[in-house]
């Protein structure tokens, strides 16, 4: 198995103001190429950092790939520092001079003096062409490692990876593939779901278990590696059986699912239809759920009855529910379900009701307490959170763990089936 580095150059991204997309990519395309990325480093507009860090990952890696500082600006250094590092001087370019030269007349320019540096060079470099840009890549080897180098533009270093340098490459991935396969779960903290799936983990000596937590859930990540694809997805099924098979009430898709994609599913597999009573989400379910094409099927109608007021007009919520219980409690929750099912027709009636914060809280009633509520046609059930003090995350929170509480019950009706994605 080879393996592959990858450094991001630039100061933009080093202060946040451009978001990194050229490593993810990078990692993504080398993995189905069948080589391991080890690591991914960022460093700034300078010199002596970015020779630093070449030295250290072509020590660690078969395969270096450098993106970035291939301009013709004062701050795109790193031809000149590469060149350094592997002792070697940098020699002029007539044809990548007309090239870039071409490009400009092309666009009805003339082309600036300071771009014939981009005709420059590494004396040995294999010169990788790209026809997007006036930033041609190159070739080099340093420490044993291949050195890639290209542009820092998203669409031009896409383009020289995948025509340029993958073609290079594909000796180097000896006919190995690496698969990736995601399980999505939710309502469940990530220790506690560890506890339940610690053995399969252990077992699991052909595939690597990776948990990472999200605010929409822990997504756990199994990666085989395989002969071929059949030989690892294989690797990856007989342990993804296990892990469903323990923590299967907590998982809800698979690779690319949305909570809210396979809540759609089920409901359009059923046949039914939901209307959601929202107060302390502020119309949040209803906009994850609209944010699935095609919601209109089955989403009937969304209502934020924010004040008490409009829980007593809009959802035909009895004065003495808030007066007896409160507007966060169990039953005003309740009758918020029913209502919105009620009026609406639905075949369900979703509710949230809750402190969401940071003030309002009470002794009896703390910011994090949250009230779901789900009507059937064979009656209401609530459920209860005690979330923390972040209004943000509280809202997210309670408009997940609400669509989960449809989806448990979408699947109990769908044939008791625990695991609706299987199978997707």
Same mark, same amino acid.
């Given at each position: 198995?080879?393996?592959?580095?990858?450094?991001?150059?630039?100061?933009?991204?080093?202060?946040?103001?451009?978001?990194?997309?050229?490593?993810?990519?990078?990692?993504?395309?080398? #993995?189905?190429?069948? %080589?391991?990325?080890?690591?991914?480093?960022?460093?700034?507009?300078?010199?002596?950092?970015?020779?630093?860090?070449? +030295?250290?990952?072509?020590?660690?890696?078969?395969?270096?790939?450098? $993106?970035?500082?291939?301009?013709?600006?004062? +701050? +795109?250094?790193?031809?000149?520092?590469?060149?350094?590092?592997?002792?070697?001087?940098?020699?002029?370019?007539?044809?990548?001079?007309?090239? !870039?030269?071409?490009?400009?007349?092309?666009?009805?320019?003339?082309?600036?003096?300071?771009?014939?540096?981009?005709?420059?060079?590494?004396?040995?470099?294999?010169?990788? +062409?790209?026809? !997007?840009?006036?930033?041609?890549?190159?070739?080099?080897?340093?420490?044993?490692?291949?050195?890639?180098?290209?542009?820092?533009?998203?669409?031009?270093?896409?383009?020289?990876?995948?025509?340029?340098?993958?073609?290079?490459?594909?000796?180097?991935?000896?006919?190995?593939?690496?698969?990736?396969?995601?399980?999505?779960?939710?309502?469940?903290?990530?220790?506690?779901?560890?506890? %339940?799936?610690?053995? !399969?983990?252990?077992?699991?000596?052909?595939?690597?278990?990776?948990?990472?937590?999200?605010?929409?859930?822990?997504?756990?990540?199994?990666?085989?590696?395989?002969?071929?694809?059949?030989?690892?997805?294989?690797?990856?099924?007989?342990?993804?059986?296990?892990?469903?098979?323990?923590?299967?009430?907590?998982?809800?898709?698979?690779?690319?699912?949305?909570?809210?994609?396979?809540?759609?599913?089920?409901?359009?597999? $059923?046949?039914? #239809?939901?209307?959601?009573?929202?107060?302390?989400?502020?119309?949040?379910?209803?906009?994850?759920?609209?944010?699935?094409?095609?919601?209109?099927?089955?989403?009937?109608?969304?209502?934020?009855?924010?004040?008490?007021?409009?829980?007593?007009?809009?959802?035909?919520?009895?004065?003495? $529910?808030?007066?007896?219980?409160?507007?966060?409690?169990?039953?005003?929750?309740?009758?918020?379900?029913?209502?919105?099912?009620?009026?609406?027709?639905?075949?369900?009636?979703?509710?949230?009701?809750?402190?969401?914060?940071?003030?309002?809280? #009470?002794?009896?009633?703390?910011?994090?307490?949250?009230?779901?509520?789900?009507?059937?046609?064979?009656?209401?059930?609530?459920?209860?959170?005690?979330?923390?003090?972040?209004?943000?995350?509280?809202?997210?929170?309670?408009?997940?763990?609400?669509?989960?509480?449809?989806?448990?019950?979408?699947?109990?009706?769908?044939?008791?089936?625990?695991?609706?994605?299987?199978?997707?």
């Amino acid at each position: 198995m080879r393996s592959a580095a990858i450094i991001t150059i630039g100061d933009e991204l080093l202060y946040g103001s451009v978001i990194d997309t050229n490593a993810a990519y990078i990692g993504q395309r080398m #993995t189905a190429a069948g %080589i391991e990325p080890v690591c991914s480093m960022t460093v700034g507009d300078e010199g002596g950092r970015i020779g630093q860090a070449l +030295d250290m990952v072509c020590r660690q890696a078969d395969v270096v790939l450098v $993106t970035g500082g291939l301009g013709p600006t004062h +701050d +795109d250094v790193t031809k000149t520092v590469i060149a350094e590092a592997i002792g070697q001087d940098l020699v002029f370019h007539p044809d990548i001079l007309d090239t !870039v030269e071409a490009m400009f007349t092309q666009r009805g320019m003339v082309m600036p003096e300071s771009n014939r540096i981009q005709a420059y060079m590494p004396r040995h470099a294999e010169v990788l +062409d790209n026809p !997007v840009g006036t930033a041609p890549g190159f070739l080099v080897r340093h420490h044993g490692a291949a050195v890639f180098v290209m542009p820092g533009v998203p669409r031009e270093m896409k383009k020289m990876l995948n025509e340029q340098v993958l073609p290079r490459l594909k000796a180097h991935g000896a006919g190995r593939v690496i698969l990736h396969r995601w399980i999505r779960t939710t309502g469940i903290g990530e220790s506690s779901l560890s506890q %339940i799936i610690g053995r !399969v983990i252990e077992e699991a000596e052909d595939v690597k278990i990776a948990s990472l937590p999200q605010e929409t859930g822990v997504n756990l990540r199994l990666t085989a590696e395989g002969g071929s694809e059949e030989e690892a997805r294989r690797r990856i099924g007989a342990v993804e059986s296990k892990l469903v098979a323990r923590a299967g009430e907590h998982i809800y898709g698979m690779d690319d699912d949305t909570l809210e994609e396979v809540v759609g599913r089920l409901l359009r597999e $059923t046949g039914a #239809t939901v209307a959601v009573a929202e107060s302390c989400t502020g119309g949040l379910v209803a906009s994850r759920m609209t944010d699935v094409p095609g919601s209109s099927d089955y989403l009937l109608e969304g209502v934020v009855s924010y004040s008490n007021a409009a829980k007593m007009a809009r959802l035909e919520v009895p004065a003495g $529910t808030i007066e007896r219980h409160g507007a966060v409690s169990a039953e005003t929750a309740a009758a918020m379900a029913q209502g919105v099912r009620r009026t609406s027709g639905a075949t369900y009636g979703l509710s949230t009701t809750g402190v969401a914060g940071p003030g309002g809280g #009470t002794p009896e009633k703390p910011v994090g307490l949250v009230y779901l509520g789900l009507a059937t046609a064979a009656g209401v059930e609530t459920r209860k959170l005690m979330l923390g003090p972040d209004r943000h995350v509280n809202k997210t929170r309670s408009a997940l763990a609400a669509l989960n509480l449809l989806r448990q019950a979408l699947t109990r009706v769908a044939g008791g089936t625990e695991n609706p994605f299987m199978g997707n």
